[in-house]
């Protein structure tokens, strides 16, 4: 197909061509181009705002406000109010927000968070802000590196052919991650962790409240929020500590960025596993809500698929049979993720330490600290919580 050919209609944008020494504001009707000549099928882009925008803004229009000094203000407050980060207001927005399931709340916050990624990709442009700086993007892409297939690298520009390989194997030439990346991985674990936390009546006793009659999250948004934060420094400063000794133990040259960078792609597994267990009942019963809804999305008494009748069976995650199979089932995931961390560590302190003997004990801090959190993460199933 040419490039004419296009799923969506003419839309309004402003003149931002890299071509030009300016940012225009002429606007001009363009249209977001899905299908570009020469492209394989299996190549084309999912996303509806990558097309013939992306190519006009890649490298971003931030990069030509250097050519006029009254433009440099403008665009440093708008870097700022791109660049807060969207991670710790979501997990906020879900675990300590009083209704964010509410239809009108949640819709409002998904467009807010539509504009805000819009706003950036025309800054930054589309690739380096879906890649560096949408947060779900950017979650996925790393837990991709533990998937089972891969594509060869050689036949990659003939379509490539897929093949099955061990979780984790594509990290054996992956970077360090910076010091934003260490953060977000962090906090990924810490957010689910203290989500489980914030409801056991140990948590909840420390602050007075009776878990039996539990106020409501209204009642919890001051402690939630500091538990949150307090979550996530005391797992950061505790994996830190952990590298420092192993590094130390090693008598490794490396600085403790590099080995931190490295090291905590280790704990993708751990993340991962934490959040399946974790949203499973969640997805059992929501999920059957979900599944009514698509046939009647917009409440007009449709039937598009024959579900919207359908009976929601609470039960698939409660009772005395449910609970003994959803708790071994949590509990698996759980170790096996850690399972899965231990060896990916291990695997990555080789690159630090090619030394077998050294690479050894430059995990000794980091597995007692991952065993320590394995613990907490069975005890979070099987302590008593409310709700």
Request: glycine letters at 10%; hydrophobic letters at 50%.
């Amino acid at each position: 197909m040419d490039n004419s050919s296009s799923f969506a209609p003419p839309s309004v944008l402003p003149d931002i061509s890299p071509t030009r020494g300016e940012i225009g504001c002429r606007q001009r009707f363009r249209q977001f181009s899905t299908f570009r000549k020469g492209c394989r099928p299996s190549n084309l882009p999912i996303s509806p705002l990558e097309g013939e925008m992306s190519g006009r803004t890649e490298g971003g229009a931030i990069e030509r406000c250097h050519n006029q000094v009254a433009q440099l203000l403008p665009c440093f407050l708008l870097v700022l109010a791109l660049t807060l980060p969207p991670t710790p207001a979501f997990a906020w927005f879900e675990l300590i927000d009083p209704a964010p399931d509410d239809p009108a709340r949640l819709a409002w916050a998904a467009g807010l968070y539509w504009l805000l990624s819009f706003a950036a990709m025309l800054v930054f442009g589309y690739r380096d802000w879906s890649r560096r700086g949408e947060f779900l993007t950017v979650f996925f892409a790393m837990v991709a590196r533990f998937a089972l297939l891969e594509r060869n690298e050689v036949e990659r520009n003939e379509g490539g052919r897929l093949s099955l390989c061990w979780p984790g194997a594509k990290l054996r030439d992956t970077a360090p991650l910076s010091l934003s990346g260490i953060a977000f991985l962090l906090l990924a674990l810490s957010s689910v962790s203290f989500d489980g936390l914030s409801k056991t009546f140990f948590w909840l006793g420390l602050f007075g409240l009776n878990p039996l009659e539990f106020a409501g999250r209204t009642a919890t948004i001051g402690i939630g929020t500091f538990g949150l934060v307090l979550t996530f420094v005391l797992l950061a400063a505790a994996f830190i500590l952990a590298i420092v000794l192993g590094q130390r133990l090693a008598g490794s040259r490396h600085s403790l960025g590099q080995a931190a960078g490295l090291l905590v792609w280790s704990i993708v597994p751990i993340a991962l596993a934490y959040h399946v267990a974790h949203y499973l009942t969640a997805l059992l019963v929501d999920g059957q809500y979900a599944m009514a809804a698509l046939s009647d999305p917009f409440a007009l008494g449709w039937n598009l698929f024959g579900t919207a009748d359908m009976q929601i069976d609470a039960g698939a995650a409660a009772g005395a049979g449910s609970a003994w199979w959803l708790w071994n089932f949590q509990a698996g995931v759980i170790i096996i993720g850690h399972m899965l961390a231990v060896l990916v560590a291990h695997g990555l302190a080789w690159r630090l330490h090619p030394v077998p003997a050294r690479a050894a004990l430059s995990q000794f801090p980091l597995t007692v600290l991952m065993i320590a959190y394995t613990v907490f993460g069975l005890w979070l199933l099987a302590t008593p919580a409310a709700g």
